[in-house]
């Protein structure tokens, strides 16, 4: 069995997967009256053929250490994940090493952060830590096989 830790996410760490869902460091431009920030286009949904839609997922959660045995991907369009509460969450993601899942990565997604993975990344399943959680989720719906899941030997992620 491999053993990963878990470790803080950084744009750095996690670009050669997707970008993260936060605020920059200062707004794009003022609206509303000087009333609200716009942190203008923080990632690229990638949808294909199909169209880009808006779910929201409600997860069980896990504690670490905890055993990762499946990751996803969705070659035709991009995934991102948004939590909807205010607690840290688990990302758990992987390269692509001709059509399979290489060596897992995991990352700890501090509260109010989110990601996009883009189109084709394998990742595993939503993993939030110690109580149910609520994600708002924007990705394809369309024609063609956007699912493909593979069973792995466990993997511990500890934090």
């Not at 009333?35 to 670490?64: K, M, T, W, Y």
């Not at 840290?88 to 989110?114: C, E, H, K, N, T």
Request: negative net charge; proline residues 10%.
């Amino acid at each position: 069995m491999t053993t990963i830790t878990a470790r803080p996410i950084s744009a750095a760490a996690f670009a050669p997967f997707g970008e993260l869902l936060t605020p920059k460091d200062s707004p794009d431009k003022m609206i509303n009256k000087g009333r609200c920030e716009r942190h203008h286009a923080l990632a690229q949904v990638q949808r294909g053929e199909g169209e880009a839609i808006i779910s929201i997922f409600r997860s069980q959660p896990v504690s670490l250490p905890y055993d990762c045995t499946l990751l996803e991907r969705h070659p035709l369009g991009s995934q991102a994940f948004m939590p909807l509460g205010p607690d840290a969450w688990l990302s758990i993601v992987a390269p692509d090493q001709d059509g399979r899942p290489g060596a897992p990565l995991a990352f700890i997604v501090p509260s109010g952060m989110g990601v996009n993975l883009r189109a084709g990344v394998w990742h595993g399943v939503l993993t939030p830590l110690d109580r149910p959680a609520d994600f708002l989720v924007i990705d394809r719906e369309g024609s063609g096989v956007n699912l493909e899941e593979v069973d792995i030997p466990a993997v511990t992620v500890t934090g």
